[in-house]
């Protein structure tokens, strides 16, 4: 079945530290990638997406690339601030409609320190 | 922008005893409503997919006589945790599906902490 992979946290870094999260994938087909963050206190948010291989999503300074030949989807991003501590979470969907259901990896912990 | 709106936040219940969490959509109506578990450093694992005015579709291991769902209205689905045991101590959060021409968006709730002691 579809599965998805995400590096060992938790991850503790200095403000405008670069990050990177890595997250792969097992899926039949095409799926559809996401990261969703979840900042304290609140419910998971969609940060970005890609639903095809080579798309590039983008939100918040936040950036990842789909890549099908090493099927990743690892999460950057260039300067991280104190306000980026979260939980995030890698995600697929390899259907549509009612069958759009997500398949999570398990979440990552950032601490971004001042 | 969409809100879902999950309920309690954190419980605690008694062994043998059964809790409700509600799930509601506060400004959309949501065709498809998700409800997933959350072990401590485990994926969420989704429990099960239902849809207004129908059963809902369990995954495979998920006991339904013991996860209630019901999916009363467009706004609302509940999932009840029938005679608790500690085993079902979790983090539950459920999500909603908007459908649109654009595609699917879904929306999470702020999940929900059972404790049972």
């Known amino acids: 079945g579809d599965s998805v992979t995400q590096m060992e946290g938790p991850v503790t870094l200095s403000e405008e530290a670069f990050l990177t999260i890595n997250c792969t994938y097992t899926?039949?087909?095409?799926?559809?990638l996401f990261w969703y963050v979840q900042y304290p206190g609140e419910g998971l948010q969609l940060l970005l997406k890609a639903t095809k291989a080579d798309d590039k999503g983008s939100n918040k300074g936040f950036e990842a690339t789909y890549r099908k030949e090493t099927t990743s989807f690892h999460l950057e991003k260039g300067s991280v601030q104190v306000s980026d501590s979260a939980v995030y979470f890698c995600a697929l969907s390899a259907g549509t409609g009612a069958n759009s259901k997500l398949t999570f990896g398990k979440g990552i912990t950032l601490s971004v320190r001042p | 922008g969409a809100v879902v709106s999950q309920h309690p936040s954190r419980v605690i219940c008694k062994s043998g005893t059964s809790v409700k969490i509600e799930c509601r959509s506060l400004d959309f109506q949501a065709t498809t409503m998700f409800w997933y578990r959350q072990f401590p450093k485990k994926s969420l694992m989704l429990m099960a997919t239902?849809?207004?005015?129908?059963?809902?579709?369990?995954e495979q291991g998920v006991e339904k006589d013991k996860f209630l769902i019901n999916h009363a209205s467009l706004t609302l689905s509940t999932l009840t945790v029938t005679s608790a045991h500690p085993e079902d101590s979790s983090f539950y959060i459920c999500?909603?599906?908007?459908?649109?021409?654009?595609?699917?968006?879904?929306?999470f709730g702020e999940g929900s902490w059972l404790t049972v002691v």
């Open positions: 999500s909603a599906q908007v459908d649109s021409r654009s595609g699917n968006t879904i929306y």
């Open positions: 239902s849809n207004e005015g129908s059963k809902a579709t369990y």
């Open positions: 899926a039949t087909g095409y799926p559809s």
